[in-house]
Each structure stands twice: as structure tokens, then as C-alpha cells.
């Protein structure tokens, strides 16, 4: 479940995920907990994550 996405100006996004009881922020490019999946970007309120060569674009409050 992506819970939200964070962007500076100048400097690398990351996301906030929930899997379970655990929430964790993940740099673009890095895997998303134990799930496999990577994150590969963000923009606004969404995030692209990519998994065996499958590319997927989820919003805040939804992906899980």
C-alpha cells in the first residue's frame, strides 16, 4: 500500500509503503521490503514500481 511519496527539489524521491504492520521508505531503485518489487519513480501522488519486467503505476492509498 503506498501511504505517500516524498520530492525535493535537487534531490532523489522516495515512497512511503505499508506491508502488513510495517511501513518503510524506499529510495527510487530500491526493492520494496520483501515484495520484489522496485520502485522506479515517482510523480505527485503516484508511484511506478517494476517486478520481473513488469511496470506498474499505483496511487496513494492503493497498490498494496
Known amino acids: 500500500l503506498l501511504v505517500g511519496v516524498v ?5 532523489a524521491s522516495s515512497a512511503i509503503f505499508q506491508y502488513g504492520n510495517v511501513s518503510s521508505s524506499v529510495n527510487v531503485g530500491e ?12 510523480d ?3 508511484a511506478l514500481v517494476e517486478r ?6 499505483i496511487s496513494i492509498g492503493n497498490g498494496g
Open 7 to 11: 520530492g525535493a527539489p535537487g534531490q
Open 31 to 42: 526493492v520494496i521490503g520483501t515484495s520484489g518489487w522496485t520502485l522506479r519513480a515517482t
Open 44 to 46: 505527485g501522488d503516484t
Open 52 to 57: 520481473a519486467g513488469v511496470s506498474r503505476r
